[in-house]
DNA sequence: CTTATAACTTACCGTATGGTAGGTGTCAAA
DNA sequence: TTTGACACCTACCATACGGTAAGTTATAAG
């Protein structure tokens, strides 16, 4: 679907800077998926940091765009919520490199966003912090407390579309099927148990 | 309190892994740490490859050694796994690298995993699916239903450990301190829940 | 027909990397 | 007093890395 070249790069960026990080790949491995040489890519990007920042912008952009999506269908901000998470779920368990990606960068950003104060995942942070205190019972829960719920969810759904691959080398392919099946309702119950744990 | 060199080695290469990943981390470097050469540190373990996977295998070890601990306190199944989660989730929150070293692990394993069969995490799933299964409610839960319950925890005890300095950078150290304190109960609400789920 | 610009290329460079070869010093056993 | 193992060292090497410099080619505007 990616039509310029410039698209083609970011594509190939996120699936192998996803797959190996940042340090694990070179740009010259980029460059060789699309047939080109290095220089190409320099020539699109200026250095390598430069476009792992785009990469991880593109992906920060898809996300907040993700969200209106669920807008229309809730008046309940609860409802909202819970399908605004789902559908990241969705995303993740779709094979998709972006939540593999955002791990390696709440890994990899440790050292930096010490000092750092802004980054990219701010106001995705932000927004499910609104979304939650928009919910009846969370109105007057701490920023603490709200993210807290919201980290529960987070956590188990990036975890299980990080290790869907691995635990299907461990387990062989039939045991993680029934694994992805028994999952979402699972995840459906926490949800329901986190935001009500407040009352 | 690492006595041998060997030992002290671990403990750095465990440390720096965790912060920067393999590719992130040279061996020269680990070595520099202790005021040595590389070629001491090849001279101890041969390759940076067996290296890594000595620091993996003696994190499995020590996962390992938690269990015993919790078990003379607990007669009901649920109660001891629940102390035992909790237990690595203090591991985690203590700023140890373990935790994070092992999200890392799965995020690279992925390619090699799907062809290997075999992994050191393996052995640490399996008690756990057998933890889960003596409890009364999930004697006739499937593999696959006990590991999506027992990976919802984890997955939120690890994204906790994970983003607690990358939090810490974005909203402030005392924002940080509150999120902290609650994260425990809801995360210990979080399990009720989940056990509870089966009935 | 000329000029400019974008999208590449080949050629090259300095540096860092993992690893090899062959030492040197220390210490304990024979 | 010799021998050998151990824990290191310096010296070296091939490769891969990110990046620069200077082209080449195609396309489109003046």
Redesign the pocket.
């Given at each position: 679907m990616a039509t310029?070249?410039?698209e083609q790069f970011l594509d190939t960026a996120e699936a192998l800077f996803a797959a190996r990080g940042f340090y694990g790949?070179?740009?010259?491995?980029i460059?060789d998926e699309l047939?080109?040489?290095?220089?190409?890519l320099?020539?699109?990007f200026?250095?390598?940091?430069k476009l792992y920042g785009d990469v991880l912008r593109r992906i920060s952009d898809q996300f907040e765009a993700l969200r209106p999506e669920t807008e229309a269908a809730a008046e309940e901000p609860a409802v909202h919520l819970k399908a605004y998470l789902m559908q990241i779920f969705q995303t993740a368990s779709n094979g998709s490199n972006q939540t593999r990606l955002l791990m390696r960068e709440l890994l990899d950003n440790n050292e930096r966003a010490e000092t750092a104060g802004e980054w990219f995942l701010k106001p995705f942070l932000n927004n499910l912090v609104t979304m939650v205190t928009a919910i009846p019972n969370w109105q007057d829960a701490s920023k603490a407390e709200a993210l807290a719920m919201v980290y529960q969810i987070l956590g188990a759904i990036n975890y299980f579309g990080i290790s869907a691959p691995t635990l299907t080398g461990i387990f062989g392919k039939t045991a993680h099927a029934r694994f992805e099946q028994a999952f979402p309702p699972q995840l459906e119950r926490l949800f329901e148990a986190a935001i009500s744990a407040r009352q």
């Amino acid at each position: 679907m990616a039509t310029t070249t410039r698209e083609q790069f970011l594509d190939t960026a996120e699936a192998l800077f996803a797959a190996r990080g940042f340090y694990g790949t070179s740009i010259a491995a980029i460059a060789d998926e699309l047939g080109l040489t290095k220089q190409a890519l320099l020539h699109h990007f200026g250095s390598k940091e430069k476009l792992y920042g785009d990469v991880l912008r593109r992906i920060s952009d898809q996300f907040e765009a993700l969200r209106p999506e669920t807008e229309a269908a809730a008046e309940e901000p609860a409802v909202h919520l819970k399908a605004y998470l789902m559908q990241i779920f969705q995303t993740a368990s779709n094979g998709s490199n972006q939540t593999r990606l955002l791990m390696r960068e709440l890994l990899d950003n440790n050292e930096r966003a010490e000092t750092a104060g802004e980054w990219f995942l701010k106001p995705f942070l932000n927004n499910l912090v609104t979304m939650v205190t928009a919910i009846p019972n969370w109105q007057d829960a701490s920023k603490a407390e709200a993210l807290a719920m919201v980290y529960q969810i987070l956590g188990a759904i990036n975890y299980f579309g990080i290790s869907a691959p691995t635990l299907t080398g461990i387990f062989g392919k039939t045991a993680h099927a029934r694994f992805e099946q028994a999952f979402p309702p699972q995840l459906e119950r926490l949800f329901e148990a986190a935001i009500s744990a407040r009352q």
